[in-house]
């Protein structure tokens, strides 16, 4: 076990499903009451003084004028954020019962993870174009880290519903 200096403690992985389930219900509550509320605590530009930047002149102003547009979602923002650590506190924490086989079980699931993510990326590339290409890139931000969590989990659930069969023979 010696590449597990980079993962958190076991508790950590509580607190990560704590944190999705918060962000679940975060994304339910936002997409019921999206059309129903206008807060301006929703728009970026007025919560931190910037209605005045318009984009007009300086090296950032194209920056400015398309990334803050006069929907921005703080809380979407937010909801990214809290998905983002869960994800790492679910994917990279330690198992109670942590030895070689699991360490490399994660070092495989993140491979296989990788290709996974890849082969959807490049189909991505391939068939979808303008608009939609821009929601394909900010899911892919998340994708990753959840394909590994994904893979890891099921790849453990496997191997130990097939080590407990093996154990009945």
């Known amino acids: 076990m010696k590449n597990t200096k980079f993962l ?49 002149g300086d090296l950032f102003s194209g920056f400015l004028s398309s990334s803050f547009g006069p929907n921005d979602d703080l809380l979407l923002t937010f909801i990214g954020i809290l998905l983002i650590v869960a994800g790492i506190f679910i994917g990279f924490s330690r198992n109670k019962e942590d030895d070689e086989f699991i360490e490399q079980l994660r070092y495989e699931s993140l491979i296989l993870s990788l290709y996974i993510n890849s082969g959807i990326m490049l189909l991505c590339l391939i068939f979808v174009w303008g608009l939609p ?16 969590i994904l893979c890891f989990y099921l790849r453990l659930y496997l191997n130990k519903r097939s080590m407990r069969y093996e154990k009945q023979d």
């Open 133 to 148: 290409f821009l929601w394909v890139m900010m899911i892919n931000i998340f994708s990753i880290l959840y394909v590994f």
């Open 8 to 56: 958190l403690p076991s508790g950590y992985k509580k607190a990560g499903w704590w944190i999705f389930g918060v962000s679940v219900v975060l994304i339910i509550i936002h997409s019921i009451f999206q059309s129903q509320c206008d807060f301006s605590l929703n728009n970026i530009r007025e919560l931190f003084g910037m209605e005045h930047l318009e984009g007009k």
